[in-house]
């Protein structure tokens, strides 16, 4: 190793922590801290974007605006459902959710069988 002018010798540690405080180069608690504060942050702007409504969301091509955030997917179907007044059919709740059919037959199933829609005729819905 090299030399101090006293003649004792310098470990590899020392001369590694030293060229990292002379350059300012960053160390792994460095990161760790920068991490904990970009995750603070990034929760802090979910809860503002909840909190502002700007979290609105828009399913499917039919383009469902809700000012509610997170809805399920049942709880989409059931506002189409509430907005026909005649009743809605399976290719309309389709087109205006965008849901596959598999999904929406099992979403049109579980609230059927939660008494909050009626099957009036066969493939037409209508809100209980």
Avoid: C
């Amino acid at each position: 190793m090299t030399r101090k002018k006293g003649g004792k010798s310098v470990s590899f540690d020392a001369m590694v922590k030293f060229f990292m405080q002379h350059y300012d180069l960053p160390t792994k608690k460095d990161f760790n801290k920068l991490l904990t504060k970009i995750d603070r942050l990034e929760t802090l702007i979910k809860k503002q974007a909840v909190l502002s409504g700007k979290g609105r969301q828009i399913y499917g091509t039919g383009s469902i605006k809700s000012g509610r955030i997170n809805m399920t997917a049942s709880d989409i179907v059931l506002e189409v459902v509430k907005r026909s007044k005649k009743g809605v059919d399976f290719n309309q709740l389709q087109s205006k959710t965008g849901f596959e059919d598999k999904k929406l037959r099992n979403i049109i199933f579980r609230l059927n069988k939660l008494k909050k829609i009626k099957r009036k005729n066969r493939g037409i819905y209508i809100i209980a």
